[in-house]
């Protein structure tokens, strides 16, 4: 009785009262070619011509 009263009062917090993942994402993300040479283990990588280019977000650069 005292276990499944206690999971109850701990679930319906976690249930109602937190915000959804989707709801805290930002609606836009400006992403960017980047505009500096890319070098990935002493080879540069041809980001015009590439199939899955690298972009950049902010200051994080991102390999497909």
Known sequence: MKR???AAALAVPM???SVPAYAAAPKQ???S????PIVLNGTPVDNIHSQYP???IKT???FR
């Open 29 to 31: 993300v400006k992403v």
């Open 15 to 17: 249930l109602f009262g």
């Open 60 to 62: 994080s650069l991102i």
């Open 4 to 6: 499944s009263f206690l």
């Open 54 to 56: 690298c972009s950049s």
């Open 33 to 36: 070619l980047p505009d500096f």
